[in-house]
């Protein structure tokens, strides 16, 4: 996410979030099977494994998740 992180519309932003964690999930299905030993896999042309991506993509949810509640919880949304 890094430098962009609290750039854009909280809840945009946490939807595009969600959809990099499903992709995450649903490429190493398509790819590697149900096996859980896939997830240690680095697939071709990355430099981290399953398991690191889907732990990266999933800190980047919980960030947005805590935006988004603080913006909603704070009256921002409101114009």
């Known amino acids: ?16 979030e969600c959809a990099e964690l499903i992709q995450v ?9 149900d096996s859980l ?5 680095i697939p071709t042309g990355k ?3 399953r398991v690191e991506s889907l732990l990266s ?3 980047d949810v919980q ?11 704070s009256g921002e949304h409101t114009e």
Request: net charge neutral.
């Open 63 to 73: 960030y947005q998740i805590a935006r988004t509640l603080e913006v909603l919880s």
């Open 1 to 16: 996410m890094g430098k962009f992180k609290n750039q854009g519309d909280p809840i945009l932003t946490l939807a595009e």
């Open 37 to 41: 030993s896939a997830w240690n896999e």
């Open 57 to 59: 993509e999933i800190t």
């Open 25 to 33: 999930i649903t490429k190493k299905y398509r790819f590697s099977g």
């Open 47 to 49: 430099t981290e494994s």
